[in-house]
Structure formats: C-alpha cells, structure tokens
C-alpha cells in the first residue's frame, strides 16, 4: 500500500504540474452555424487518462482501508451532500438538453472535476509540495506567455496541446495599439489570454499566502538562506507579475484587487503585522512592475481601458448582449435550465442569425450555470462553494477564504472556470486544496 501512496502522491504533482498542457485527441469536432465550436467539441485530453489512473488507485486503496476497518459510521460531510445535489441538478438536465451528446459529455466533465476534488481532500500528499508544484508549473506559463508577447509569435504543437494564434486573423485575441497595429496578448499554453491571466492572479494569491513552501520570508532564519530564498521569491514574483500584466486580461486585474485587498483587510483584522509587513511589501513591488509596464506599454492599456477603440467596445457590447441573451434563456428555461454544456445549442434553437460571437456562452459563471441548469442548479453550486468559505472560517484560516473570493470575483467576468476542460478542473482543484486539512 506503500507504493500505491506514492504513485498517487506523486501522480497527483504531475497532474497539477501538466494541467495547463491541452494536449487531447479530438473525437468530433464541434459545429454551430456553420462554424467551429469549441464548447461542442469532444475531446479526450491527456490528463484525464492520469487522472482517472489516479482515482481507480485511490478508490482501491479507500475500499481496501474501508474493509479493513470496524469503524461502521461514516458520516458524509455537508460539503459533499450539496455537491451531490449539484451533481444531480446536472444529471436531471442531461434529459432536457437539444443536443444530449454534448451535455452528457460535460456532466463526464462534472464528474471528472468532481473527482479531483475527492482525490485533493483524500489522497496523502504535503500540501505544500503540490502548491509548489502549481506555483512552478504557472511560473513556466508565465514565462512562455511572456515570450509570447515579447516576440508576437506563436505555434502550433500537437504533444504540446498548442495552437497557433495568428495575429491577423479573426478569433485571436490582440489588442489595438496607437497607430492601429494589432497587438497578441499572452496565451501560454492555453486556450485564451482571460485563462492564462486568470491562472497568474490565483498563483500571485497563492505565492502571498505559501511563502512557505519557501521558508518565511519575514523571519530572517540565517543570512544566506534568506539572500538565496529571496532571489527565488522575488523572481516568482516578477515573473507571474509580468505575465498576469502581458495577458491584458481586465476581469484576471479585477480579481488579483479583490483577492490581494481581501488579504490585506483579513491581515488587518487580525492584527497580523509581520504578513502585513509582507503583503505590502509585495504590493509596492506588484505597483513598480506594472507602472514601469504601463509606462513602457501605455498605448496598450490604455486602448484596452478605452471606451473609443472599436475592438474594445466591440467587446464590451458582446458581453453586454450576451447578459441580455442569457436572461432569455433563463426566463424560457428558469427550472431546469436549457441543458448542461447546450447554452450556445439554446442561443442558436432561439436566434439563428446573431453574430458568431454571441453563441460562445455569456460571461458569467452564474448566468451560464443558471442557463444550463436552472435556478436550482445555481442554488447548488452558490451554496456548495459558500458553505466551504463557511467551513474554512470555522477552521481558523480565514485567509485562505480570500482565495474563493477571488474566484467568485472572477465568475462575474468569464465563464471558463465552468465552461472548458481546463476551467472545471482547475477549479476543483483549488476548492479541495482550500478546504483540506482544516487549519492547516
């Protein structure tokens, strides 16, 4: 049973470690009017083979220990009663959807995420080895991105799960510089500059409240491990800085304020003053590296703040109309919702002739869940996610609640964090790391 630990220990680092690789076989390529659909595409990716490797192991070892055991009584934890009924809630919709194909696929999504989650809380790992891990693997991303946008060049990799993103062409995401140039935002190896932004802001918040896996850095515990942790601290922190800066994502900006400020408002409460000390200490160098960037790139951002530059209020009014849209399919689906992963077949079945655009699904995780599930099902997820801030706060370490803030913050932004492979996961993964080990 040894072995079985370590395989899942270790197994469970490199799932985290190549999480933001897409490598996947594409099953059918996904299709609404006439264009290609991401969000219909059946995929297998790579990483779902190990994780379902992982959680055949650990349910072996879980029914091994359970026979083994005279304890009868297993009391089921809240958390996993309201997840249970989120799961159902998407289960039930599968039977409502146009296109049950795809919704069946994504409740495979659902229960994949799910899955992570148990893995994260019950799986015998150090925490801090796998915050590590996801600190490095991001800090890779992050310089990739930044290559990226230095060099305006992409390409395409099929083991890499890369794609290219031609600058020219409609769909990749650019920017609008001061003559009129079109301008690529970071990607790294995902699928959008919004995600690659959003994976730097929940790195920079975990950096902030780990600094330990790397010894602390406001207690000095010997000269020359400080001057050396130092170094590697700070260029962690650059790095995710300049990349969470080069993604050029408002809602990943939006997010990386609430939760930073959230951690300075919970450290104020508790009279922390050596994290204190510290968050400041991180925010004057997070307002020096984006000052110096805005200043070398402020035709940049300011385009991307303008309400003047055709792409940006272009963009603006698309998620603007995608609210509208999402409320009429809410209204016409209010119950049970339209179907899980069938907003975009829902647009489609009610306007046939809206640009392109408007089918991707709205961004808003709590619109889209509602389209797709109902109001029952965003009840479910709201109060599932809740009771963990809850239940964290009970345990003592209210900081981490600030995390799930920012994910929160971000839900009212983008849709990727339930819409795409990558997003759910992620996702899960990060609300089991918060919630296992109690105070710890």
């Given at each position: 049973m040894k072995i079985v630990n370590k395989i899942i220990e270790y197994g469970l680092y490199a799932l985290v470690f190549l999480l933001p690789l897409q490598t996947r076989w594409i099953i059918k390529q996904g299709y609404l009017n006439g264009w290609p659909y991401e969000f219909g595409t059946l995929s297998v990716y790579a990483v779902d083979i190990l994780l379902v490797v992982l959680l055949g192991l650990q349910a072996f070892k879980y029914f091994y220990a359970l026979k083994q055991s005279d304890d009868a009584e297993n009391k089921l934890p809240i958390h996993w009663w309201l997840l249970a009924i989120f799961e159902f809630i998407t289960f039930v919709s599968i039977f409502v959807a146009p296109d049950k194909i795809i919704a069946v696929y994504k409740y495979l999504y659902l229960l994949l995420a799910i899955g992570v989650f148990w893995l994260v809380l019950s799986a015998e790992y150090k925490k801090e080895k796998l915050i590590l891990v996801f600190i490095s693997s991001t800090i890779l991303q992050a310089l990739f991105g930044v290559w990226q946008f230095l060099s305006q060049h992409t390409f395409a990799n099929k083991w890499l799960g890369l794609a290219v993103h031609p600058i020219q062409e409609a769909g990749t995401s650019i920017i609008i510089d001061g003559i009129g140039e079109r301008v690529l935002r970071a990607y790294g190896t995902l699928d959008h500059p919004n995600i690659f932004g959003g994976l730097m802001m929940l790195a920079l918040l975990l950096l902030f409240l780990n600094n330990p896996p790397l010894p602390s850095l406001y207690k000095r515990e010997g000269r020359g491990r400080s001057v050396a942790v130092n170094i590697i601290y700070g260029f962690c922190l650059i790095a995710l800085l300049v990349g969470l800066f080069f993604s050029f994502s408002r809602a990943a900006w939006i997010s990386f304020f609430a939760g930073s400020s959230s951690l300075l408002i919970v450290a104020f409460f508790k009279k922390d003053k050596a994290f204190l000390k510290f968050l400041f200490l991180n925010l004057a160098?997070?307002?020096?590296?984006?000052?110096?960037?805005?200043?070398?790139?402020?035709?940049?951002?300011?385009?991307?703040?303008?309400?003047?530059?055709?792409?940006?209020?272009?963009?603006?009014?698309?998620?603007?109309?995608?609210?509208?849209?999402?409320?009429?399919?809410?209204?016409?689906?209010?119950?049970?919702?339209?179907?899980?992963?069938?907003?975009?077949?829902?647009?489609?079945?009610?306007?046939?002739?809206?640009?392109?655009?408007?089918?991707?699904?709205?961004?808003?995780?709590?619109?889209?869940?509602?389209?797709?599930?109902?109001?029952?099902?965003?009840?479910?997820?709201?109060?599932?996610?809740?009771?963990?801030?809850?239940?964290?706060?009970?345990?003592?370490?209210?900081?981490?609640?600030?995390?799930?803030?920012?994910?929160?913050?971000?839900?009212?932004?983008?849709?990727?964090?339930?819409?795409?492979?990558?997003?759910?996961?992620?996702?899960?993964?990060?609300?089991?790391?918060?919630?296992?080990?109690?105070?710890?």
């Amino acid at each position: 049973m040894k072995i079985v630990n370590k395989i899942i220990e270790y197994g469970l680092y490199a799932l985290v470690f190549l999480l933001p690789l897409q490598t996947r076989w594409i099953i059918k390529q996904g299709y609404l009017n006439g264009w290609p659909y991401e969000f219909g595409t059946l995929s297998v990716y790579a990483v779902d083979i190990l994780l379902v490797v992982l959680l055949g192991l650990q349910a072996f070892k879980y029914f091994y220990a359970l026979k083994q055991s005279d304890d009868a009584e297993n009391k089921l934890p809240i958390h996993w009663w309201l997840l249970a009924i989120f799961e159902f809630i998407t289960f039930v919709s599968i039977f409502v959807a146009p296109d049950k194909i795809i919704a069946v696929y994504k409740y495979l999504y659902l229960l994949l995420a799910i899955g992570v989650f148990w893995l994260v809380l019950s799986a015998e790992y150090k925490k801090e080895k796998l915050i590590l891990v996801f600190i490095s693997s991001t800090i890779l991303q992050a310089l990739f991105g930044v290559w990226q946008f230095l060099s305006q060049h992409t390409f395409a990799n099929k083991w890499l799960g890369l794609a290219v993103h031609p600058i020219q062409e409609a769909g990749t995401s650019i920017i609008i510089d001061g003559i009129g140039e079109r301008v690529l935002r970071a990607y790294g190896t995902l699928d959008h500059p919004n995600i690659f932004g959003g994976l730097m802001m929940l790195a920079l918040l975990l950096l902030f409240l780990n600094n330990p896996p790397l010894p602390s850095l406001y207690k000095r515990e010997g000269r020359g491990r400080s001057v050396a942790v130092n170094i590697i601290y700070g260029f962690c922190l650059i790095a995710l800085l300049v990349g969470l800066f080069f993604s050029f994502s408002r809602a990943a900006w939006i997010s990386f304020f609430a939760g930073s400020s959230s951690l300075l408002i919970v450290a104020f409460f508790k009279k922390d003053k050596a994290f204190l000390k510290f968050l400041f200490l991180n925010l004057a160098i997070f307002l020096l590296v984006f000052s110096a960037l805005t200043f070398q790139y402020k035709d940049l951002v300011f385009s991307r703040m303008s309400a003047d530059v055709y792409t940006e209020v272009k963009s603006v009014d698309e998620r603007l109309e995608g609210n509208k849209i999402s409320y009429g399919i809410i209204k016409d689906n209010w119950w049970l919702g339209a179907g899980v992963g069938n907003y975009g077949v829902a647009v489609q079945n009610k306007f046939s002739n809206l640009n392109y655009q408007l089918y991707q699904p709205v961004h808003n995780v709590y619109l889209l869940v509602a389209s797709e599930l109902g109001i029952m099902g965003i009840t479910a997820l709201i109060l599932f996610i809740f009771y963990i801030l809850t239940y964290i706060k009970r345990a003592g370490n209210i900081y981490k609640t600030t995390i799930i803030i920012s994910i929160l913050v971000l839900f009212i932004f983008d849709h990727w964090l339930f819409s795409l492979h990558y997003g759910i996961i992620m996702l899960f993964v990060v609300l089991g790391a918060c919630l296992k080990g109690g105070k710890n």
